[in-house]
């Protein structure tokens, strides 16, 4: 499996502080995704950046992209108790196909 | 703009026996994919559709599973017999043409294998 890595596997921090999740992956992309799951609200896809792109905003998110260390990561800044969920990095592979890590859990604590 | 629908939402059956799950996708996107996410996991590709044509099956357990998509539209997954280790969530998504674009998940099945 191609699968990619997330550190860490969860994640729990006091609402008003910053998250960061970093995700590695082993072969070369086409692009990086990641994406958000919670009970209400299923899989939803939070931000695309490119191959060429090195760092990407979208709202309290801001995720970055290292080519040379096959790494990402992901920050979501002033969290809320909203934001509890798990996180999922996907990489685009040359398979065609998109590829999941295994997740990392985020709890915000009120 | 309507999401991706599933159904059933959830379905508990003995081992083998059959089951069968149902995607609509946004209209007009022309991939669709299921997915199968165990529990701590994250989700696994089984099948991906362009139109109504095949573009990777290559995780797809064959010779329990299967998938269709008639017209280019809907789609059933189906499993036959399933065993318990089948036990798990099953997604729905779709995008607008190439696997690179944002895919848009249905809330899914959750299938219980006892």
């Known amino acids: 499996s191609q699968q990619g890595e997330e550190d860490p596997q969860a994640l729990s921090i006091q609402e008003g502080e910053n998250a960061t999740m970093n995700c590695s992956y082993k072969?070369?992309?086409?692009?990086l995704q990641w994406y958000r799951q919670n009970s209400g609200r299923g899989l939803v896809h939070l931000i695309l950046?490119?191959?060429?792109?090195r760092e990407k905003h979208s709202g309290r998110l801001r995720v970055t992209l290292d080519t040379s260390k096959k790494s990402s990561s992901l920050l979501i800044t002033a969290s809320r108790a909203a934001d509890t969920a798990s996180y999922f990095c996907?990489?685009?592979?040359?398979?065609?196909?998109?590829?999941f890590g295994q997740g990392t859990r985020l709890t915000i604590n009120p | 703009e309507a999401g991706v629908a599933q159904s059933p939402r959830y379905k508990i059956i003995e081992k083998r026996q059959s089951v069968a799950f149902w995607c609509n996708p946004i209209?007009?996107?022309?991939?669709l994919y299921w997915y199968q996410q165990i529990l701590g996991q994250g989700p696994k590709l089984l099948i991906q559709?362009?139109?109504?044509?095949?573009?990777?099956d290559s995780q797809l357990p064959k010779d329990r599973f299967s998938a269709e998509r008639l017209k280019g539209v809907d789609s059933t997954l189906k499993i036959q017999p399933a065993k318990l280790e089948d036990s798990a969530v099953y997604l729905c998504?779709?995008?607008?043409?190439?696997?690179?674009?944002?895919?848009?998940f249905g809330p899914g099945t959750r299938l219980t294998v006892l």
């Open positions: 998504a779709s995008s607008l043409l190439k696997f690179t674009d944002t895919q848009y």
């Open positions: 072969t070369s992309i086409n692009n």
């Open positions: 950046i490119r191959s060429n792109e």
């Open positions: 996907a990489e685009t592979q040359g398979a065609q196909k998109l590829v």
């Open positions: 209209s007009g996107h022309a991939t």
């Open positions: 559709f362009q139109n109504n044509g095949v573009v990777d």
